[in-house]
């Protein structure tokens, strides 16, 4: 095999898209550090950002999904996905890839349309339960399928699927070992149990709302509160951060510690999100978005429950249920453990190996 292959990642628009795309990137550095790696994005996207930080270089394409109503947007949408295509043409003739993985996001879908039209062979990493349309379009030429979920064959050709997983934080496969240290990190009250709070990388309005007004009830149960209400809405909630047993926080670094620390989380189900929490097996409480393409959190999040792994909250079924539920939770000692038992056994830690295994093979 060529000592120095030559990698287009195409991934992002949000976390859940970017992360796998650069834990992908790392591994195969990793193996063949003469690797020639280069990210394509969406150039008005946080992945122009995340991707240079992470040490990679990121060529950026005009392209946006479309609205669910009709706008301006829509509009532009033919001539966003033109440019795009032209401008995919150009980068892989200039740069002659021997693979191209997408990871998601509208730009992966240029990107690996021109590959396979150009006879480049492609990897489709799909994080979720239900695939969105743009890996429903390309899965018909894709070489490779790595999937995270069971029964997709729907979506997909069945002979192309493996299931790998998705790629996730290596420093979560050793959490049980860092309880005595998240504890001391974050200060936590070895005498009362600790509630995680996650609402992903911008914020979850919902929850933020609903732990608001349960701060009280929450914290009558014996419980302490990391709260990560996301940097959207730091400033309207940072005013409980240092209120007894609350702790607010937009962002969290060491989530290896803060998962380490955790009895109970209350999270959405992005595929990221639900990865790393099988991984860690704590008990969850997922409210999923319901404002996400094809509700796909909320079929993440039933895949688990569906298993026994999960507790499933609706956002609409928040106000009348949350309290009974959690509290019913908390009382059940046995009920914790075996939730928690049941989601580790859906983890797939070695993911980002198997994936990148099968791109290997695709190489001449």
């Keep these: ?44 996207k946080m992945e122009m950002q995340k991707v240079p930080q992470a040490g990679y270089p990121i060529e950026g394409l005009w392209i946006a999904g479309i609205q669910r109503k009709l706008t301006l947007q829509n509009a532009m949408f033919p001539l966003k996905l033109a440019s795009s295509l032209l401008k995919s043409f150009r980068i892989i003739r200039r740069f002659k890839p021997d693979v191209v993985i997408g990871t998601g996001g509208f730009a992966s879908g240029a990107v690996l349309k021109v590959a396979s039209m150009l006879g480049i062979p492609t990897v489709i990493q799909e994080q979720n339960s239900y695939p969105g349309i743009t890996n429903k379009l390309l899965s018909k030429k894709a070489n490779k399928i790595c999937v995270a979920y069971e029964n997709l064959e729907r979506f997909f050709p069945k002979d192309k699927m493996i299931i790998t997983g998705n790629p996730v934080r290596q420093d979560l496969l050793e959490v049980a070992d860092k309880r005595a240290e998240a504890l001391s990190h974050f200060k936590l009250d070895v005498t009362k149990k600790t509630l995680l709070v996650l609402g992903g990388s911008l914020g979850a309005r919902r929850i933020n709302q ?117 509290q019913n939770l908390l009382a059940d000692a046995s009920r914790q453990e075996q939730l928690g038992k049941t989601i580790q056994t859906l983890a797939l830690p070695n993911a980002t190996k198997d994936i990148v295994d099968e791109i290997m093979k695709l190489i001449k």
């Design 1 to 44: 095999m060529n000592q120095k292959p030559k990698f287009i990642i195409s991934g992002g628009g949000t976390g859940g898209h970017i992360y796998p795309a650069v834990a992908i990137a790392n591994e195969i550095k990793s193996r063949y550090p003469q690797a020639d790696i280069l990210f394509v994005g969406a150039s008005d």
């Design 210 to 326: 609903l732990i608001a007004k349960e701060l009280d009830f929450i914290r009558s149960q014996n419980m302490q509160i990391i709260w990560q209400c996301g940097k959207l809405y730091e400033e309207e909630y940072k005013q409980y951060d240092g209120k007894e047993g609350v702790q607010v926080v937009s962002f969290i670094d060491r989530m290896d510690l803060v998962y380490a620390g955790a009895d109970v989380v209350i999270s959405r189900s992005g595929a990221s999100s639900v990865s790393e929490l099988c991984l860690v097996g704590k008990p969850v409480i997922f409210i999923p978005s319901p404002n996400v393409a094809e509700d796909h959190q909320t079929k993440n999040a039933q895949a688990i429950v569906d298993k026994g792994g999960a507790v499933l909250l609706k956002e609409k079924e928040l106000d009348e249920q949350f309290e009974n539920v959690f």
